[in-house]
């Protein structure tokens, strides 16, 4: 029997569902108005790019140490305490940094240590996600989270930007701290009164997580899903973080280098509306593979270094297949060991942010070897050398793919 699509009715009917989106889509919100904010008010203190992009990474960066030891708590907090306890630990962060008192390298730390915090929230969110819906319903919340993200960085930049000017800094900080408030209130509200996962287990311990990735690593469908995750987006965003060296070597003006800038997440935003919304179950399945094709294929071509509006709309094309993460969602969600959602998720995260933060570290230096087109074709190569290793855990549950 062919399962049918669902839509974001059934999604938002869900108990709990609507006021953990609202609060989330709060957060984001404040989160892009706030990194953007911070790093001009770094600038504006120092009169420093290197100052401003340390200010911008702090808010990145410590993740992935909070990644190695924290997301097992998510397991063990309920999500009603845990979710509304983040967003007031943002909001204060904010506030600190609206402020001004605490300097440049005392604002750094503040960033920095709610960056530290923030895997063990986002982790917290992921596993309320899978409990508050099943089926395909899931999926579609899911990717409801991902489509949310991608606004946030289309309209970040404008909407912050008009912030930052009406307003400066200090004032847009507040604002931050102000959404992160709101969303601590709707959390607390709206979401239902849920035991933690592991509530009553044995004490916490730091290894605690470490241990919870051996075991989800252990099991061979899930160390191939990660892998068919991690490694074409780490290779993808290499290519795109060459899209501005692309554009500054085909000497193209502003709206050109701003529109190959953002046609990545415009295209990876319709490739989750459009097989989100429209492709069944099963269909979304057998799009895996085909989909994972569509991420390196139009990367090819960059080697022959087209003119910049032609580079963006193959770098669009090539952001649409990202979608194609998913058709395995509902696999990888079964297949975690009971007990271990905290850490099966945190571990996903964890390797999605590393695979972003390795991926442009290996491509800038090819790009500065070769050219930045050479180098995203390369990118884009390795993205399909990638698919036909992974093609088996790529097909659709049941089938077989010969070696």
Known sequence: MTEARTTYRAVFASRGYPALYAGATLSMAAASLQVLAFSVAVYDTTRSPAWSSIAFAAGFLPQVLGGAVLPSLADRVPPRVLLPLGAVM?????????S???GLGGGLAVVAAAALLQPLFSTGQSVLVSRLLDGDRYVLGRSLFTITSMTSQLAGIAVGGATLQALGP????LIAAGLQAASAVVLAIGLPSLPGEREGADRWHPAETLRGYRAVLRIPLLRDLLLLWWVPLGLFVGAESLAVAY???QHAGGLLTALTIGAPPAGALAGELLVGRLARPATRERLVLPLLLLVGLPLLPLAFSPATPVAALL????????AYELGKQRDYRDALPAGRQGVGFGLLS???????????LLAGPLGALLSP???MAACGALVLVAAALLRGVAAPAGDTVGA
């Not at 943002?90 to 609206?98: E, G, N, P, S, Y």
């Open 100 to 102: 001004g008192a605490l």
């Open 350 to 360: 964890v390797g999605m942010m590393t695979a972003q933060g390795v991926g442009p």
């Open 373 to 375: 087109g050479a180098a």
């Open 170 to 173: 200090a004032p847009a900080l």
């Open 90 to 98: 943002r909001m204060v962060a904010a506030a600190f940094l609206a």
């Open 315 to 322: 770098l669009l094309v090539s952001s649409t297949g990202l």
């Open 247 to 249: 554009a500054g070597a």
